[in-house]
């Protein structure tokens, strides 16, 4: 287990520096390369240009630069100053994760409870007509375009029948109130919710089916336990594993936020600042967030990994994979 | 997975890569199965929806009533009207006629995209799957790199460095999302290696690569076929984003995702012309997954 642990991590060491070659790669692709922006300005003279180029260092040659770049952003989680506005892009990124942390949290936590009501009631009552609304839900739910189901809302509950409001953290010029946060906050989380819960119901359904079926489940029920005492204690908390490993291995998009429903939403989070800076070209802002949030799916994969192995002893490595029917 | 889902495809995990092969069931053969799939009302009459749609966007220039990008300077972000079925965007150009075109960008969009996936998907997953060793582990590197990065991040950031070259988006979605297939063949042909007929036409001297391309690889693609209609709706999702949010394919030429992006900022005035093409978008989703899980039923779980 400790071996397996330990050649995990290993495993992590090339898969950082291969990333940080494609990032360091993208900030090159970009024309005109890191003061591609700066040089368009037809007030920036040749020499200025120059001088820019020297103090950051773009005349080394290639692997120098990326050297310098890979102890910067890697060791130091340095990721330079924004090219629009001069501000470190660190600072700017601390000050946009509340927004990002209260929105996706939100659609998280609504996504789990409703995909795990869904989920026990299609497996309860399966090919039932319950079971078939759910699954056209969920259906619905991954054909569903983002940006088009956020605007039919916004157009409904806010231009129609103004009840939520069409978009923001807060209303500006009132004085701070929760009841204010979380009205705005209802639209966005279960127009993002949504897309989450499409996909776990089923992941938990398909996993309660899988447990339903096992000897032990058979076994509690010839002890003459309650169908509620052998549904909740001993067959969900075997299916919910799977969903939770999977719960696991989207948490850092807690951190980078939802592009598409922060946009339409105009919430002030780690999407729309990373959709703001690729409208400004701000390299340094988007290269940044693409680093961290790299830096968080190894983290949380890995994590997802242990987890796995932690509650599920038959996937341990050097046992064979035998035991349970499923093996 | 997905992010708009933040990340739009449906995400493996790097776990689900090394799935023993032994556990994935082996894909039945093809004998009376598209009789099976004509059972599945709903993946047919979802079928033909898809094929009428892609139809009519053939013939756009047949069957629009107005040429593409011609404006009408007398009806402005007007409603439907008897000259405008769908009326007119803020430009004054007919909404209907620009779906239709739109369609045309929008499905070759998702089908070149599906086509670049499948192509580098079955490459990398029959070179893991039949060589094996060190091979294997440098797929699996690369497939480990690949789910390591934001890829919807990424897939902005490439478009937005396409400028107008329409042809480079396909390239950046399918190239962004070929890892399912590349396992699926991958733990195809591990399976399959062990199968009787495959020992068979080993021992009768069937050359590597002959055996690869005419036995193992054959039944190892219908699972494949399942996610290239799953990732045909994931596709078109990813593009529909890149240009609603700006970054993908640029107007005037319309595609549905574009024509959304127009409608948002006039959506008080001309709701219908933000309501149009995202349901459009989201119809043909939904009949492509549909369609994917009639096959899957048919292909893969056999039953």
Redesign the interface.
Not at chain 1, 256 to 261: E, K, L, N, Y
């Given at each position: 287990m400790k071996s397996y642990i330990f050649g995990k991590i290993l495993?992590v060491i090339?898969?950082v520096i291969?990333?940080s070659v494609?990032t360091f790669a993208?900030l090159h692709?970009?024309?005109g390369g890191p003061v591609g922006i700066v040089a368009g300005n037809p007030k920036v003279s040749a020499d200025d240009l120059s001088r820019l180029r020297e103090s950051y260092g773009l005349d080394d040659p290639l692997p120098v630069q990326y050297l310098h770049w890979f102890k910067q952003v890697f060791l130091r989680f340095d990721f330079g100053k924004s090219y629009v506005n001069g501000r470190p892009v660190t600072a700017m990124i601390r000050e946009r994760i509340p927004a990002t942390l209260e929105l996706m949290g939100s659609a998280f936590l609504l996504a789990l409870i409703v995909s795990c009501v869904m989920g026990v009631f299609s497996a309860l009552k399966r090919d039932s007509a319950v079971d078939h609304f759910f699954s056209a839900i969920s259906?619905?739910g991954?054909?569903?375009?983002?940006?088009?189901?956020a605007?039919?809302a916004?157009?409904l509950f806010s231009?129609r029948l103004g009840l939520l409001p069409a978009g923001g953290r807060e209303t500006l010029a009132v004085p701070h109130s929760v009841l204010d946060r979380l009205h705005h906050l209802i639209l966005p989380a279960s127009v993002l919710s949504l897309?989450?819960l499409a996909?776990w119901s089923r992941y938990l359904r398909a996993g309660l089916l899988d447990t339903f079926s096992g000897d032990f489940i058979r076994t509690a029920r010839a002890k003459g336990l309650s169908e509620r005492s052998v549904i909740l204690k001993h067959a969900l908390r075997n299916a919910v594993l799977p969903v939770l490993?999977?719960v696991v291995?989207?948490i850092?998009?807690l951190f980078?936020?939802?592009?598409?429903?922060e946009?339409?939403f105009a919430w002030p989070g780690m999407?729309r600042f990373?959709?703001e800076g690729?409208?400004r070209q701000d390299y340094s802002r988007?290269l940044g967030?693409?680093v961290i949030?790299?830096l968080l799916?190894?983290l949380f994969?890995f994590a997802?990994?242990i987890l796995?192995l932690a509650v599920d002893p038959r996937i341990r490595p050097g046992r064979l994979?035998g035991g349970g029917k499923?093996? | 997975m997905k992010n708009n889902r933040y990340t739009l495809t449906p995400r493996i995990s790097p776990r689900t890569w090394r799935i023993d092969p032994a556990r994935v069931p082996l894909p039945v053969s093809r004998g009376a199965l598209s009789g099976r799939f004509f059972e599945d009302h709903l993946a047919v009459i979802s079928l033909i929806l898809v094929l009428f749609i892609a139809l009519i966007s053939i013939l756009a220039p047949v069957l629009a009533p107005y040429p593409r990008d011609k404006i009408d300077l007398d009806n402005i972000s007007s409603g439907p009207s008897a000259e405008h079925v769908l009326g007119t965007d803020e430009l004054g150009r007919d909404v209907f006629t620009r779906l239709i075109f739109g369609g045309r960008f929008t499905l070759l969009i998702a089908g070149g995209s599906v086509l670049v996936a499948l192509v580098v998907g079955v490459m990398m997953g029959t070179l893991a799957g039949y060589f094996g060793g060190w091979v294997d582990q440098v797929v699996s590197a690369a497939v480990d790199v690949f789910l390591s990065i934001p890829v919807f991040l990424i897939v902005l950031i490439l478009a937005s460095l396409s400028s107008g070259r329409i042809w480079i988006i396909p390239l950046v979605i399918g190239g962004t999302s070929w890892m399912e297939p590349a396992r699926l063949i991958r733990t195809g042909l591990l399976r399959l290696r062990e199968e009787e007929f495959v020992e068979a036409a080993h021992s009768l001297g069937v050359s590597g690569w002959k055996k690869v391309f005419r036995h193992m690889l054959p039944p190892a693609l219908s699972p494949v076929l399942v996610t290239a209609t799953i990732g045909f709706s994931q596709a078109m999702l990813i593009e529909s984003s890149l240009s609603f949010l700006g970054f993908g394919v640029q107007p005037p030429v319309p595609t549905w995702g574009n024509m959304l992006y127009n409608g948002q900022i006039f959506l008080r005035t001309s709701p219908l012309a933000a309501f149009a093409p995202g349901f459009l978008i989201f119809t043909v989703c939904l009949c492509f997954n549909f369609t994917g899980r009639g096959l899957k039923r048919v292909l893969v779980a056999g039953k």
């Open positions: 495993r090339p898969l291969l990333i494609i993208l692709l970009a024309p259906v619905t991954t054909s569903l375009p983002v940006f088009w189901f605007l039919m916004i157009y231009l897309t989450y996909s490993t999977v291995m989207q850092p998009t980078t936020g939802a592009v598409i429903t946009t339409v999407g990373f959709y690729m409208q988007v967030i693409v949030s790299s799916i190894i994969n997802g990994d796995c994979a499923n093996a | -």
